[in-house]
């Protein structure tokens, strides 16, 4: 069973949006595990005090260090990387989702007011883990997103294994544009749209050509970041061909 442990000062949050759909069918069949441990219990006065204003002035509150470090030590194992959400860390992606999935299990400390006490971080050696370049309120919507993004890649929550292989970002593209039923629809605007004809062929290598060509389309258009490093990866061949195409645009 992947066992996940989140650390926060509101533990009723979880297992919130992943008790649902997949995530949440997979805690109630044993895939994984939830424990979420309200870092409160470990306040060292009867106000329950967490938090204390920071050195040096400024604004806000930080995460005093004695407590949140009981925290960690309480729950802390070997097999299962401790993580802190915290906007300054490498951004997550699937490729650290799939390494995170494949292991036990995951520790997590949530942030809330500034953040935590940088010595907590340096003496746990904890990684730091950003799902973006913004500033959310509290670790926790984070902590949902990491999680969500590793359940749902443990054997047997999605269906077709398949689909998780075609998927954005698997093969380092975004992917080809869906369609389904109805093949004729129109919209709002009044204009009629109709689902690509190779699609309803049945032609199996040509959908698939069609479909690498338009998730290769869209990744170069929309992420410039991600078409440079699958160009390097899939070494000069596919360069050039690209360019060639990319000549009578
Ligand atoms: N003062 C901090 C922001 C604190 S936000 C700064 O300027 O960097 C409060 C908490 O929310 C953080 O401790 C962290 O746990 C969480 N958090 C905020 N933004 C996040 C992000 N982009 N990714 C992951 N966690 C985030």
Avoid: N
Avoid at 28 to 44: K, M, N
Avoid at 178 to 197: F, K, M, N, S
Avoid at 209 to 221: G, N, V
């Amino acid at each position: 069973m992947w066992q996940a442990t989140v650390l926060s000062l509101f533990p009723e949050m979880f297992p919130g949006p992943l008790g649902f759909s997949l995530a949440g069918r997979a805690l109630e069949t044993g895939v994984w595990s939830l424990e979420a441990v309200d870092i409160r219990r470990f306040a060292r006065d009867r106000h329950g005090t967490v938090d204390d204003t920071p050195f040096g002035g400024g604004a806000g509150m930080v995460m005093r260090p004695d407590v949140l470090s009981d925290a960690i030590a309480a729950v802390k194992t070997p097999e299962r990387p401790t993580i802190y959400l915290s906007p300054r860390g490498r951004p997550f992606d699937q490729a650290r989702a799939r390494a995170l999935a494949a292991g036990a299990g995951v520790t997590l400390v949530c942030g809330r007011f500034e953040g935590i006490d940088e010595r907590v971080i340096e003496a746990y050696g904890l990684e730091e883990v950003s799902i973006g370049d913004m500033v959310l309120s509290g670790g926790e919507i984070a902590a949902y997103v990491v999680l969500d993004a590793c359940i749902r890649l443990l054997p047997g929550v999605v269906g077709t294994p398949q689909s998780l292989a075609e998927e954005s970002f698997e093969e380092g593209l975004l992917e080809y544009p869906l369609y389904t039923r109805p093949a004729a629809w129109t919209g709002p605007d009044g204009i009629e749209r109709i689902v690509p004809d190779i699609l309803q062929t049945g032609h199996h290598a040509k959908i698939a050509a069609w479909r690498r060509e338009k998730a290769e389309e869209i990744t170069r258009q929309r992420r410039p970041d991600l078409w440079t490093r699958y160009v390097a990866r899939r070494g000069e061949g596919l360069k050039d061909s690209s360019e060639r195409k990319g000549k009578g645009q």
